[in-house]
């Protein structure tokens, strides 16, 4: 686990300059290759140099740095010296996923072509990443994933892919409940964990060598959304690209799909619409086979987002014509577990976005009054995202005082839900509405929002 009282390497921080964390990476991994390394450098990392969660690097990443920087020490890159971090007893699991690939995982393209990292591979048994999965279980499960009496065992049976499937639905049930921000860095160690079952399941064949593959890759995606949903943008694309692949090496068409949907959603939020499209339509590609009509009109909305985007309203309008045909034929029993969230709510709400990105408030506030109309309020982290798009939504439609009280219940809900995304849409709805702090339901809500740092 990560200390609490990690240091912010802020000389790395320097050295860095304007580049993102993913182009450092990038420019680490090409270092690397000009002196014959092999490091599985990505914008993830970084951050975690950044943030001082790696204190010292290891001799790999070490020889890198120095050839990157001449004449530096590793004093001046911000570091620990080895022997304060590395002393005997001193190697913990936080630092072992500093290992690199080996050199069949490397790629020399951007950071989302460093995939399935192998973490814990340097002292990772299958028992110790099994225990690891008891994130979110208690101690109890986690202990029953694999016994602690056998600390040599490499084979992977049902226990373990049994404990990678509970933590991918763990962490889905705390999502809804509580959003991302406080989720995320609990949630990469189970991921870490996972990815070492992979690595060490050598004997593992037939069902559970697939369903330990899909759980994988599950995790990567669950993980990236919690990464999305706190704004860690990087580190999510990271993680979807991360399940691409599983999903590449198990032949596996539903996680395929899966990955191209968060991966266009991502895209979206990103500024990037066309890449979504691309990743919407890649996703129907691989969705078409599995006979889910739900996963398509998720999938033709996600590709409506991103028309939007770029002011295609007529290829946005088709696209929600697709979704809303595939969603009114109802449910199979092919729909993908992770689905369940996709609701009539969940339909309103994603074509409320599309109307406000091409400009039509109105009508965006409609869909978007619906949305939260619909909502279970069991999934709290949606009940706040789509009372913050209702707030948008009106603000910008000139309905101040109906944006003001929208904006009032999605405040009601901040102490329940941490999430980076719903705090920026309810900030941007009150900076629309800054213009109109003349009426008293307009200033009661800055006031509020002003006593919560919103």
């Not at 912010?8 to 991994?29: D, K, T």
């Not at 993830?44 to 120095?66: D, H, K, M, Q, T």
Request: aromatic share 6%.
């Amino acid at each position: 686990m990560v200390s609490t009282g990690a240091v912010p390497n802020l000389a790395f921080r320097r050295l860095r300059g304007p580049r993102s964390a993913g182009e450092f990476a990038a420019a680490v991994r090409r270092s690397a290759r000009e002196i014959g390394e092999q490091v599985a450098c990505d914008a993830r990392y970084i951050g975690r140099v950044e943030s001082g969660e790696i204190r010292c690097p290891n001799y790999a990443y070490e020889r890198v740095f120095l050839h990157m920087f001449p004449g530096a020490t590793l004093a001046d890159l911000g570091f620990s010296s080895r022997e304060t971090v590395r002393g005997r007893g001193a190697r913990t699991t936080a630092e072992i996923p500093d290992t690199p690939l080996p050199p069949t995982l490397q790629s020399d393209s951007d950071e989302e072509s460093d995939v399935l990292r192998r973490v814990f591979m340097t002292s990772g048994t299958t028992a110790m990443a099994a225990a690891t999965l008891g994130f979110g279980l208690g101690a109890t499960a986690a202990a029953a994933a694999v016994p602690a009496q056998r600390p040599t065992q490499r084979r992977v049976g049902e226990a373990e892919v049994t404990a990678v499937e509970k933590a991918v639905r763990q962490i889905r049930l705390l999502d809804d409940r509580h959003g991302g921000d406080g989720l995320y860095r609990r949630a990469a160690q189970p991921l870490r964990a996972a990815y070492a079952l992979l690595d060490e399941g050598t004997t593992t064949r037939g069902s559970t060598s697939d369903r330990l593959h899909a759980g994988a890759g599950e995790l990567a995606i669950s993980v990236g959304w919690l990464a999305h949903d706190s704004g860690r943008f990087e580190d999510a694309r990271s993680h979807y690209a991360e399940a691409l692949a599983t999903a590449r090496l198990a032949g596996d068409a539903a996680l395929e799909a899966h990955a191209f949907c968060n991966a266009s959603f991502l895209a979206r939020d990103a500024g990037r619409p066309r890449e979504s499209v691309r990743a919407a339509e890649a996703g129907q590609r691989a969705a078409t086979p599995l006979g889910s009509p739900r996963l398509l009109a998720l999938l033709a909305l996600r590709e409506a987002g991103g028309r939007a985007g770029l002011g295609d309203r007529s290829g946005c309008e088709r696209a929600l014509g697709r979704a809303h045909e595939a969603f009114g034929r109802g449910t199979r029993d092919a729909d993908p577990e992770w689905m369940t969230f996709f609701r009539e709510a969940e339909l309103e709400m994603l074509e409320a976005q599309c109307w406000s990105a091409l400009g039509d408030w109105p009508r965006a506030a409609r869909h978007a009054r619906r949305a939260t109309q619909l909502q279970d309020p069991h999934f709290t982290r949606n009940l706040a995202l789509y009372r913050a798009e209702l707030t948008t939504d009106l603000a910008h439609a000139g309905a101040a005082a109906e944006a003001a009280a929208a904006g009032h219940q999605v405040l009601d809900l901040l102490d329940r839900v941490q999430s980076s995304r719903i705090r920026a849409m309810l900030a941007g709805a009150v900076g629309v509405l800054r213009a109109q702090r003349g009426s008293p339901e307009v200033a009661g809500l800055l006031e509020r929002c002003a006593e919560m740092g919103v």
